[in-house]
């Protein structure tokens, strides 16, 4: 089980990450030369894609990508990819069958904070996550 302290840390962490996404984003926007569309988002801007994932040799688990202003260089959105969760694989096959209204408590817990989030190849995570990025309102 995961310690509530680490909870507590990746939630305070997620917060400083996205506002200083927002703050990046809000100083592309006051550019003098920055379009903004209806949605308000800088259109008129430069960007580089690139992903990568935790481990080497096409089959990680975990993927992640952002997209980076090439003006200011800093980091105005990301994505992490995760085809596996640590938490969800105490639960195997055998204890889930043995176990099920247990289990059935269980994942109900959980399923907000189930790190899965991806079914694929570690090659497409890439595509997938930039997919992701760009279809976001
Ligand atoms: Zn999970």
Redesign the pocket.
């Known amino acids: 089980m995961p310690s509530p302290y680490l909870n507590r840390l990746e939630n305070v962490t997620k917060v400083a990450v996205r506002t200083a996404m927002s703050d990046a984003t809000k100083q592309l926007r006051q550019r003098s030369d920055c379009e903004v569309s209806p949605e308000s988002n800088p259109t008129n801007i430069t960007v580089s894609f690139d992903s990568s994932w935790k481990t080497r040799g096409f089959y990680s688990n975990i993927g992640f990508g952002a997209v980076i202003s090439t003006d200011t260089k800093k980091v105005l959105d990301y994505e992490i990819t995760s085809s596996l969760?640590e938490?969800?694989s105490v639960w195997t096959e055998d204890k889930q069958k043995y176990r099920p209204a247990e289990y059935e408590k269980w994942l109900e817990r959980?399923r907000p904070n189930?790190?899965?989030n991806y079914t694929g190849s570690s090659q497409s995570m890439e595509p997938e996550i930039a997919k992701r990025i760009w279809g976001r309102p």
Do not use: I, Y
């Open positions: 969760c938490k969800c959980l189930c790190n899965q």
